[in-house]
């Protein structure tokens, strides 16, 4: 009996011939969506040059080791540098049908120089292939990071000096509370990105162990050297268990954790920015280069570089949970789970990039309206903790009952609708009979700021302190 011709389903197109580079195991080719879903060629495209390097580096190990020729290798390395060079020019075909970096290029070198090519995977899979390849990607993203930060953290320098002696209102709750300066409240972000960087440094230190030369998962029977590759691809050493080579996203994970945090740091100076700027504060001013109009409003100026750092930080925030959600239940070895952990990592990458930019960029930009921060740190009784400290100082006195003594002064300043500089001597006597004219002297913004002189405080002279200090430290 003849069987009828089975068609497809509708919208399932026929299956596409088997995959060469799969080897003799698949009879049929895979349905069309399972190449759309197995394929990764459209984001890791972005791996070109970590694969090509990683490629050449054990191209040589393989060759120092005597399993493969001099004139294959020499065969392989050109037609590597080939490939690259028509990448970088935009002239390389990227096909679905290969799937990934990795097979794009060997298919491409097999069609430069032959069947040589299939030489090259000689004791490597790719799943070492590809956790090298990303572990290269991710260095030297933390290396970008950390110029950027680096960038950032001169031009927050660069304005805390200017201004060590500018006087603002510190807050807390949003509400006035002591008088500090512009360059002390910047150097608060230099210390937060400093901490940053510190944070990216450690990453890279975790992650710089080799994975080449673990193969699929159990390491190769071919007598290959480790060291070699690791030293010529800048690791410290190779990772010590095949395994966990393969499977291991863990510095991924921790490049999105310091993103994540980095982005946070970023978007509370973001909403600082947005808030100096806007007209009820009028601490800074914005020149055109970091705001934009409004379609139907003409006096608009608005920070919109600083809102979108803010909102960007959900981007970041959100890669983090993508790629720590994908790891969570994986058995080892390696998934192809695993082709999800480039995208987050990528597009957390390329935000967190461009909000240092954006931020470095708005930070040298913006203009501190020095007399507006004077006059609003004068207000809401900010001095009132240096009346507090004056009297235990002058008197002795427990600071709890310095403490209710002087929140009764502010009680009469407010009903009289002054501040504390301006209440009659006779008004605070009626509270505290031992107060003298002299404590007119500790009520003015800027000796307030003058006095606080412990380390880390607000003083001009320890502001300046710890801006030589950053700059020894962050600024080599």
């Known amino acids: 009996m003849t069987r009828p011709t089975r068609r497809p389903a509708a919208g399932i197109a026929p299956a596409a011939p088997p995959n060469s580079l799969w080897g003799g195991r698949f009879e049929g080719g895979p349905a069309a969506v399972m190449r759309r879903i197995n394929a990764s060629i459209d984001f890791d495209r972005r791996l070109y040059a970590e694969d090509i390097a990683g490629s050449k580096a054990h191209c040589a190990m393989l060759v120092a080791q005597r399993i493969l020729s001099p004139e294959d290798g020499a065969a392989i390395t050109l037609g590597l540098e080939r490939i690259n060079a028509e990448i970088a020019a935009g002239e390389f075909v990227f096909r679905e049908e290969n799937e990934d970096i990795h097979l794009n290029i060997e298919a491409r070198l097999a069609e430069l120089i032959g069947p040589v090519a299939g030489r090259l995977h000689t004791a490597r899979s790719r799943n070492d ?208 789970d695993m082709q999800e952990d480039k995208v987050p990592v990528f597009e957390a990458a390329d935000a967190l990039e461009l909000c240092l930019a954006a931020t470095a960029g708005m930070v040298a930009d913006m203009r501190p309206q020095t007399e507006r921060l004077r006059e609003v740190a004068a207000r809401g009784f900010s001095t009132a903790t240096d009346l507090a400290d004056w009297l235990v100082r002058s008197f002795g006195m427990p600071f709890r009952q310095a403490h209710h003594v002087t929140g009764a002064i502010v009680r009469r300043a407010e009903q009289a609708g002054c501040g504390l500089d301006k209440l009659p001597l006779a008004d605070m006597q009626a509270i505290e009979p031992a107060i003298t004219a002299s404590v007119y002297d500790v009520l003015d913004v800027e000796r307030s700021v003058a006095s606080r002189a412990s380390f880390g405080g607000t003083a001009p002279e320890r502001v300046r302190a710890a801006i030589a200090a950053a700059r020894k430290r962050y600024c080599r």
């Open 129 to 336: 292939q590809v956790a090298l390849d990303f572990k290269l990607w991710v260095r030297a993203a933390i290396d970008r990071v950390d110029t950027a930060l680096a960038g950032l953290h001169s031009a927050l320098l660069d304005q805390a000096e200017a201004h060590a002696a500018t006087v603002m209102p510190g807050f807390t709750h949003l509400q006035i509370a002591q008088p500090v300066t512009f360059g002390h409240h910047l150097m608060a972000y230099v210390e937060m990105t400093g901490r940053d960087r510190g944070r990216f440094a450690d990453c890279r230190r975790r992650l710089n162990e080799c994975p080449l030369g673990a193969a699929a998962l159990a390491g190769t029977a071919f007598p290959i050297d480790r060291d070699a590759t690791a030293a010529a691809l800048g690791f410290d050493r190779p990772a010590a268990n095949s395994l966990d080579a393969v499977s291991d996203r863990d510095f991924a994970v921790e490049f999105l954790a310091a993103a994540a945090l980095a982005g946070v740091h970023l978007s509370r100076l973001a909403e600082e920015i947005v808030i100096w700027a806007s007209e009820p504060y009028g601490f800074i001013a914005l020149s055109d280069a970091f705001t934009t109009g409004s379609s139907i409003m003409p006096q608009k100026r608005n920070p919109d570089a600083a809102e979108l750092v803010r909102a960007k930080t959900g981007r970041l925030d959100g890669s983090l949970i993508a790629l720590l959600t994908v790891m969570k239940g994986l058995p080892l070895a390696y998934q192809k």
